[in-house]
């Protein structure tokens, strides 16, 4: 089939980058400030800091490491500069050898081998530096739309989030999803209530039984949270802001929510840190916090998280464009600045459904073909954020 | 919703059902106690309806009286329950409905 197409950057592995930036990623809190001293002096690159990396175990320290390996292999970046302190549990020796296999350009600092946050600064520019100068020769390349993968999130929902955005960015994931590209639905604090209706879109029953087993997970997980709570006010699993926009439950959220998964049939239910092994639609478990939602699907390889808004938010991602669609007309002029597409024109009858759609669809092939989504050109680049075991 | 129904819902008044089994509908504009509204619903057909409370945009409002423990329907499905009774065109909202999915 003869598919749309877009222009990337071709990366030693195969995979397709949609952005050809150098990632600085401490392996550990306490070398963040190094790393982003490193991004600040050298334009091109981006700096990934997190408060975690020590002092865990088990299962969550495990989703520590394999996320920050992912995040590393993302093909949006050419090349990584690992910064360890020197005796933390997640040593930056596994972080860089998690990433070696791509075959991109990559280096480690370690501050106490270094001697100091100054020298490890310096020496970590330097390696930046020769990375983002290598890497400004690269040439965008034609590359089919197959080759994309999206992340699906929703933040800040109202009403016409479930109405016209979700719906909306629904026909342009399955658009995508039918040229062999993939699809990251996640948020299943967000999808309670709505398992029976995803389930009979399985590609077969294993997946079936997945999508059934990761969100009752995901209910009794927060049952056993609020129920040890001792406070009454801690409770909602939707916010203030949902339920001034009209929003009354999590089950008539999740209804709406669901939605921006269009119709096509789910090929995989992957965990969090690990990459999916199907190309077409996927659902990864993982919560609903915006930033630990798009932290995995980054970690899985999204080149690209399509993000509907009702309310209205700007945060965007590290070296990951983000492209805001809101349903709500008034938020839409309110925040003209951040949000990309406004697809509250099928609220006031300018426009159909099918054609925000498309107009989802063309502007993810636009800025995978470099153009700037408004959270990058404003900087914003506060999702990274990495999920934790209770 | 094909698009078809989804296009003209602009201006004043209006609000949508979005399945035929649902008992409630959203309003598309801010609504006054006593507005009659246009309600579209599913199949495109339009009827006027009038609203017995102030209903905020993007807030659902009931189609026919309601009574306690009644399951309340939007996208086809059951949303929550009622707490309280309500006559038709009242406004359904936390303060009046209850769902034991994800405990709110």
Known sequence: MMGDKFLGFRRENGSAGVRNLIAIIPSVFCAAKVAQRIAQNVPGSVHFSHPVGCSQVGDDLDITAKTLIGVGRNPNFAGVVVVGLGCERFTPLELAQGIAPTGKMLETVVIQDVGDSIGAAEVGTRYARQMQQIASEQKREEMDVGELMIGLNCGGSDTTSGLVANPALGLASDKLVAQGGSSILTELTELIGTEHILARRAINGQVAQDILRVIHNMEERLKRQTQTSRNEKRKNLISTGNYDGGLSSVVEKSLGGMKKSGNAQFVEVFAYGDAPTQRGLLLLDGPGHDGEVTTGQVAAGAQIVCFPTGRGTPSGFPGVPVIKITGNPRTYERMKENIDINAGTVITGEKSLQQVGEEIYQEILKVASGKLSKAEVLGHDEQFCITRMP | ?104
């Open chain 2, 1 to 104: 919703m094909s698009e078809q129904e989804m296009v003209g819902l602009a201006g004043s008044k209006r609000a949508l059902i979005l399945d035929p089994k649902d008992n409630v509908a959203v309003a598309l504009a801010d609504l006054s106690n006593g507005d009659e509204c246009q309600v579209t619903e599913d199949s495109g057909a339009r009827y006027n309806f009038q609203v017995t409370e102030t209903i905020p945009f993007g807030h659902k409002f009931a189609l026919t009286e309601m009574n306690v423990d009644d399951p309340i329907f939007k996208y086809g499905e059951e949303i929550g329950r009622m707490k309280t009774a309500l006559p038709k065109g009242g406004w359904i909202h936390v303060h009046n409905m209850y769902c034991d999915r994800g405990l709110k």
